[in-house]
């Protein structure tokens, strides 16, 4: 998941050319990974994340797992390099990334709640 703050001082087209491009690279390499991108109005930023995976004390109270967070990197998009050794390392104890993508859809399914609408 790649979001954005509402209030930001970037350009909106500049969100969805870096999720693009994020998201197709990471699509490339992790295929059976589920993508979303949203508007949340509480984003501190440009945030890279994913639900349900990973090890639970390390994820929030809704279940994320963060990737990449522009407030803790100093710098306001992720490098392509830094998502893909982070998904090297959370797809490790599963095994494969489809491995990965069944737990993760698990716990979705199990969590539809936590999943929040788009705002535009």
Known sequence: VVQKQKDSRWDPADFYEKF????????NYFP???IIGNWD???AGFEV???GVGPEEQ?????RQYI????????LFP???DIYEKLCILVMPYLTSVNMEMIQGDFL????HLLSLIHI
Do not use: M, P
């Not at 990449?68 to 710098?75: N, T």
């Not at 399914?109 to 539809?112: A, F, G, T, Y």
């Open 20 to 27: 693009n491009e994020v998201g197709n690279k990471i699509k």
């Open 32 to 34: 059976d990974i589920t």
């Open 41 to 43: 109005l509480k984003a």
């Open 49 to 51: 994340y994913l639900r």
């Open 59 to 63: 994820r929030d109270g809704q279940g």
């Open 68 to 75: 990449f967070k522009s407030g803790d990197s100093g710098q």
């Open 79 to 81: 490098r392509f390099h």
């Open 109 to 112: 399914r199990e969590n539809v």
